[in-house]
Nanobody, 120 residues
Framework: QVQLVESGGGLVHAGGSLRVSCVVS???????MGWFRQAPGKQRELVAG???????RYADSAKGRFTISRDNAKNTVDLELNRVKVEDTAVYYC???????????????WGQGTQVTVSS
């Protein structure tokens, strides 16, 4: 069974920092990983992504403030949020592209989401 379990969300004051983490299990081969977010009334959007060789990409809103990292040995992906803004408030979702077995096709997998709320 594939599981992506997020942790670390919560309430933080504007200008503060927060770290969200995701542990992946049940996937034989994990490719790209990332964090998306969805604010009320808005579409889900990419915040940051990281490839298997740790090449990263960020949304413009995240550049210079957020840092994504992964540990391939532990099957984890973390997102450090610094200098957060009220507009960073959203549910943050962990994403992984992967194959369940060596004979499976690539699929997208999602966590259940963790709420990040930034107060002014």
């Amino acid at each position: 069974q594939v599981q992506l379990v997020e942790s670390g969300g919560g309430l933080v004051h504007a200008g503060g920092s927060l770290r969200v983490s995701c542990v992946v299990s049940g996937i034989f081969d994990i490719g790209d990983m990332g964090w998306f977010r969805q604010a009320p009334g808005k579409q889900r959007e990419l915040v940051a992504g990281i490839s298997k060789d740790s090449t990263t990409r960020y949304a413009d809103s995240a550049k210079g403030r957020f840092t994504i990292s992964r540990d391939n040995a532990k099957n984890t992906v973390d997102l450090e949020l610094n200098r957060v803004k009220v507009e960073d408030t959203a549910v943050y979702y962990c994403h992984a592209a992967g194959r369940r077995t060596a004979w499976s096709g690539w699929q997208d997998y999602w966590g259940q989401g963790t709420q990040v709320t930034v107060s002014s």
